[in-house]
């Protein structure tokens, strides 16, 4: 039986132009990942997502502290680079996977070196001595983010990578829910409007 890897917490706030934020849960960590970059395909997007998000090492150190509990160690010179390319990596394939393309074989290959790296080990909570380095290092959480990928574009995930149903919305999630019929990036914001559309539309009808 396979070892169950480290659990990333996974969702973050978006801000448009407009400057309302909202959160956005892509339902894996490495699609997380991509949306720190421009992964945006439509330039009609409003969302919000496609920001450059780690535009310094510290930003990068924070956004991964945030889901590792802490990143410490000396960084070393080529961190951000290392981090940047295995994101725009997972973004490439993430745009091919919900588009139903065939994945670009330099991307793969990409994921696949960071991910035979050592990663965050598991650990079980409760013992009274740490084992190995007590504190996440860069390395090791690009690792990580590489292994979810691998699961994330892998047979696991079963086909369920899509982009947003609204029509002004390119967002790609993973569709966890149960019976795989999620349509929007979020149903408090893409849902909700299809929803006040729909309403507008009737009324409009009713009204002739």
């Known amino acids: 039986m396979a ?8 969702g973050q706030w978006l801000t448009p132009d407009d400057g309302t934020r909202w959160w956005f849960d892509s339902g894996s960590a490495a699609l997380d990942f991509a949306y720190t970059g421009p992964i945006v395909a439509d330039p009609s997007d409003d969302s ?3 920001a450059e998000l780690l535009p310094a090492l510290d930003d990068l150190l924070q956004w991964l502290g945030e889901r590792f ?7 070393r010179p080529g961190d951000l680079d290392d981090a940047i390319g295995l994101r725009d990596s997972i973004a490439r394939l993430a745009v091919a996977a919900a588009a139903g393309e065939e994945l670009p074989a330099s ?26 380095h007590a504190s996440v290092r860069v390395p090791q959480a690009l690792s990580t983010l590489a292994r ?3 699961r994330l574009f892998g047979p696991e995930a079963g086909g369920r990578i899509h982009a947003c149903s609204a029509d002004d919305c390119s967002i790609i999630y993973l569709d966890t829910s149960r019976a795989g019929s999620r349509r929007w990036c979020s149903m408090q914001r893409c849902g909700n409007r299809a929803k006040v559309r729909k309403h507008r539309a009737k009324a409009a009808a009713q009204a002739e």
């Open 3 to 10: 070892v169950a890897s480290v659990v990333i917490p996974t």
């Open 48 to 50: 919000g997502a496609g």
């Open 69 to 75: 509990g802490s990143v410490q160690g000396t960084p």
């Open 107 to 132: 991307d793969i290959d990409i994921v696949n070196l960071f991910a035979a790296t050592p990663d965050v080990p598991p650990a079980l909570p409760g013992g009274s001595r740490q084992a190995g």
């Open 148 to 150: 979810e990928a691998v």
